[in-house]
């Protein structure tokens, strides 16, 4: 099979290369995919960069790849979940990424079933971007009623996030271009604010919880809107010690993140406020409760642009560049 390959970290962004590999092998759990379509993330780039092989430190040649939409061909003996036939999806588990490629084998657990309406094109841009958003609102604590702010909420993350605080009876406010107003009002945000016209952090306050996709900069603003006693939860800043423990790294990383996060940690104490680094982990049962969600609602992902496995580094670039209006998606 062809497949995407990254021989080495380079904090520069190298090359991937197409190579001819073996089928992959099958555990008992495991169901072997034919895969359809894999979206492309910055989290692909991060981890060319080695920006990442702190928290999973991959063996490298490595596939590439993190989420994929496919037809099982094979089961394990002791997959119960599927068969063949099935049209999944998933966010590939986190020891064992490698969807860049024309087949891949996937724990049964970390796979859900594609809702029919979606294209493989939407379904790729749905797995990785959901389970983030989904897990989000876990660590946040949230009950129904409270009121969230989720930074930059146009992008790829802020489609699949609102729907899914909304389903959670959440009211939901979000910035960014006004370009992006009516879509984002239409997956259900009660509040949009104009970044050019307005600064969040002088018309908000009180929020339960901020979602961060910003990163360091917006990162005092965003706990100046939080309430005491709220939780932020960051994709962009840096781990701390308690997403170390969530991961159930050995103590001398704990200790290194602890010391990484401590900037943060301090930012939120101040005013008795929760800190969260999350990397957003397989969850095929989560997945499934966004299926059912969005097949619920018809909510249609956003595809950007489609390139071949083989402009695999075409799409990477197009990722690294920025400004996308939705998903860059693999064809495989």
């Known amino acids: ?3 995407a390959i990254l021989e080495k970290y380079d904090k520069n962004g190298r ?8 089928m992959p092998e099958m555990g008992k759990n495991e169901v072997l995919i034919r895969v359809s379509t894999t979206g492309v993330n910055p989290l692909d780039n991060m981890i060319v960069r080695g920006e990442v092989k702190l928290i999973v430190p991959y063996p490298m040649p490595l596939v590439m790849g993190n989420e994929l939409v496919g037809i099982v061909e094979k089961v394990g003996a002791s997959v119960t979940r ?3 036939g099935d049209r999944v999806y998933g966010r590939m588990p986190l020891a064992r990424i490698g ?9 049964e657990n970390a796979l859900a079933q594609v809702p029919d309406y979606l294209s493989d094109e939407e379904a790729a841009a749905v797995p990785l971007t959901a389970l983030t958003a989904l897990q989000a609102l876990e660590l946040m604590q949230t009950h129904e009623g409270d009121t969230i702010f989720i930074s930059g909420g146009t992008g790829s993350f802020g489609a699949m996030a609102i729907p899914i605080a909304k389903s959670q009876g ?8 006004a370009a992006g107003r009516d879509r984002v009002m ?9 970044y050019k016209q307005e600064d969040y952090a002088q018309v908000l306050k009180e929020m339960d919880g901020v979602i961060d996709t910003l990163g360091d900069r917006e990162l005092p603003k965003e706990f100046g809107i939080l309430k005491q006693g709220g939780h932020l939860v960051s994709l962009r800043g840096m781990p701390n010690g ?3 423990q969530r991961m159930q790294m050995p103590w001398f990383k704990r200790m290194l993140f602890s010391i990484a996060g401590k900037k943060y940690d301090n930012m939120a104490a101040k005013n008795g406020q929760h800190y969260h680094f999350i990397f957003v982990h397989e969850d095929g049962a989560g997945l499934q409760r966004v299926s059912e969600l969005f097949a619920e609602q018809q909510i249609k992902p956003s595809v950007d642009k489609v390139f071949t496995l083989s402009e695999v580094n075409e799409a990477l670039q197009k990722v690294a560049a920025g400004g996308s209006n939705g998903k860059t998606v693999l064809k495989i």
């Open 1 to 3: 099979m062809k497949a």
């Open 15 to 22: 090359q991937l290369v197409i190579k001819d590999l073996p």
């Open 82 to 84: 599927f068969k063949i």
């Open 99 to 107: 969807c860049f490629a024309e087949y891949a084998a996937v724990d």
């Open 170 to 177: 959440l009211t939901v406010i979000t910035n960014g271009n």
């Open 186 to 194: 239409s997956l259900g945000a009660d509040r949009f604010i104009d």
């Open 242 to 244: 308690g997403f170390a």
